[in-house]
């Protein structure tokens, strides 16, 4: 896929979706830097090519401006960022949920809104780095959004206004950036074997609308956003791509 020795970001990369996506860019030799909240991030034997950063707010301008700073002089020419920091809650339609809705808005769309501003700018100060660069060597941006990015949930207010959001950061940056070389899409999961998902409404839920009646694992979603990172997608820009096993 051509990701061999480049260097990416992914957020969110201690577990689920983002862990399984930091395995499969590390197995196919490109060096990654995680970001997550939890501080059990660790580094492991991979040639030198994982570099954690635990406890990290993505949030935060201040957090996140130091440790792109840092990313960015280890490795300036940056090719890819995978925004999977994100949180799930329930919350009432209703005053009950105000608290619910600004932690929800806070992580999932000012931390990629962060992320993505950082890494850019992360870009615009590399040496080598032009807006004439080939297509088939653009940068590309993948955020996670959700199937609730599409549609409505009952009892998912907030979550699903999030998701909504990050959508459509990720269709206003692919205009705005793409002149600059820069690719950016959203991958809309549906349900995902991962710890945020525990607890949920089982598959007979009404929430639950995919035709194969199954979770998916977090190695499939981490495929689309792999494909979505390599040069074979160079003309893939602004999109919405659902991986979500046949809902409707």
Partial sequence: MGLSGQAFVVTGGASGIG???????????????????????????????????????VSSRQDMVQIFDKISE??????????????????????????SLKRLWSVNVLGTWIAATEFRRCLQKA????????????????????????????GLSGYVASKHGVLGLSRCMAQEWGPEGIRVNC???????????????G?????????????????????TILYLLSDKSSNISGQVIGSNGGWA
């Fill in 19 to 57: 862990r399984a996506t930091v395995q499969k860019l590390l197995q196919l030799s490109a060096t990654v830097y995680v970001l997550d909240k939890s501080t059990a991030v660790t580094e492991s034997a991979h040639n030198g090519r994982l570099f954690s950063y635990p406890g990290v707010d």
């Fill in 203 to 223: 598959l007979d839920s009404p929430l639950f609308r995919a035709a194969y009646k199954q979770m998916a694992e977090p190695e499939e979603i981490a495929d």
């Fill in 187 to 201: 991958v809309a999961p549906g349900g995902v074997k991962t710890p945020m998902t525990q607890g949920l409404e």
């Fill in 74 to 99: 280890q490795s300036p020419g940056l090719r890819g960022l995978v925004n999977c920091a994100g949180i799930l809650a329930q919350s009432p339609t209703s005053a009950e949920g105000d608290e």
């Fill in 127 to 154: 040496p080598d780095r032009s807006s004439t660069d080939a297509p088939g060597s653009s940068i590309s941006i993948v955020n996670i959004g959700s199937m609730a990015s599409l549609m409505g949930m009952v």
